[in-house]
């Protein structure tokens, strides 16, 4: 089982920033992808951005230029820095690990973190 804690949402003017952390613990193994989804009402959950075990990232274009995802792999976790916010990066953020354990492949995903931008 993988536990994930996220932390750093909150309430910010458009414009501003914020950063979001994602820490992995448990039967980790072997982490390939950590990423960032994020549900607005009435929409679907949507992909942010990801970064693989290799450094190589991928971001949705609404957040290209503004947001930054990266990893610390001593320690498990995955940040996301949001800058430049828009009321339209309001939702909830979830943080999501895949990776191998035991030859298995897991999907995990955090219990979410609010994020509203707002004036």
């Known amino acids: 089982q993988v536990q994930l804690v996220e932390s750093g949402g909150g309430l910010v003017q458009p414009g501003g920033s914020l950063r979001l952390s994602c820490a992995a613990s448990?039967?980790?193994?072997?982490?390939?992808?950590m990423g960032w989804y994020r549900q607005a009402p009435g929409k679907q959950r949507e992909l942010v951005a990801q970064?693989?075990?290799?450094?190589?990232?991928n971001y949705a274009d609404s957040v290209k230029g503004r947001f930054t995802i990266s990893r610390d792999n001593a320690k498990n976790t995955v940040y996301l820095q949001m800058n430049t916010l828009k009321p339209e990066d309001t939702g909830i953020y979830y943080c999501?690990?895949?990776?191998?354990?035991?030859?298995?492949?897991?999907?995990?995903w955090g219990q979410g973190t609010q994020v509203t931008v707002s004036s």
């Open positions: 448990g039967t980790i193994g072997n982490i390939n992808n």
């Open positions: 999501k690990v895949s990776g191998w354990y035991r030859l298995q492949w897991y999907d995990y």
């Open positions: 970064i693989t075990s290799g450094g190589s990232t």
